[in-house]
């Protein structure tokens, strides 16, 4: 089993869709987690921390589930510029080690 | 301010050379993480320094190599390079050391032929 494994997608919505991925993780000694999210060609960009009692930011809600050991991310009202792969970060408990997901890709369509 | 920068954006070289990244942190930030990402899949963790002190490795082998500077600067290192360096090198900042929010310079493309 993955460390962490998100599905791949690609998820293709509509604009005004919302939208939501999940991202499970191994180790449950965890204690830090993050979605990025990186362009095309780009480098990855803090989107959100996630946090016990879950984070909101706008359109976008993340939360953390430790008992089922995974973490989700809602957007709602999808724009075409949250097309992106959304990769979540997880800390391999204990440590300086991040281990990234390998993204799930989003397409908000017109 | 300045975000993280790298250096080179762009480089070639052949199978057995060396290559030597650049990467200068955010100002104040005192944390360097390096991490190499090949297409389709997510970064991988290669280094992190904290204080000059290498606080975190991940599973690559002993031809990786990194350091930090008094200005908090890192380097990597590449030795004995192969095919399947080739990859985009990402260097990361963030003000501590330990799992915190980091920001990513743009990246070093690496292309061994």
């Known amino acids: 089993r993955k460390e962490v494994e998100q599905d791949p997608g690609p998820f293709n919505v509509p604009e005004g869709a919302t939208v939501a991925f999940n991202c499970t993780y191994s180790?449950?000694?965890?204690?830090?987690f993050f979605w990025y999210r990186q362009d095309c060609r780009k480098e990855p960009k803090l989107l959100m921390s996630v946090y016990s009692s879950g984070n909101e930011d706008g359109r976008f809600t993340a939360q953390l589930n430790r008992a089922s050991q995974y973490i989700s991310l809602l957007i709602r009202d999808s724009k075409l510029s949250d097309s992106a792969t959304y990769l979540c970060?997880?800390?391999?408990?204990?440590?300086?080690?991040?281990?990234f997901g390998a993204g799930t890709r989003l397409f908000v369509k017109a | 301010d300045a975000g993280v920068t790298q250096s080179p954006t762009h480089l070639i070289k052949t199978r057995g050379q060396q290559v030597t990244l650049r990467c200068s942190p955010i100002s104040g930030h005192k944390s360097v993480s390096w991490y190499q990402q090949v297409l389709g899949q997510g970064p991988q963790f290669i280094f992190q320094?904290?204080?000059?002190?290498?606080?975190g490795r991940g599973n690559f082998p002993d031809r990786f190599s990194a350091r930090q500077f008094p200005n908090y600067s890192s380097e990597l290192n590449v030795n004995a390079l192969l095919l399947g360096d080739s990859a985009l090198y990402l260097c990361a900042s963030s003000l501590l050391a330990g799992i915190y929010e980091q920001y990513f310079g743009p990246g070093t493309r690496l292309t061994v032929t």
């Open positions: 320094y904290y204080e000059k002190e290498e606080r």
């Open positions: 180790n449950s000694a965890s204690q830090s």
């Open positions: 970060v997880v800390d391999k408990g204990g440590g300086f080690k991040t281990i």
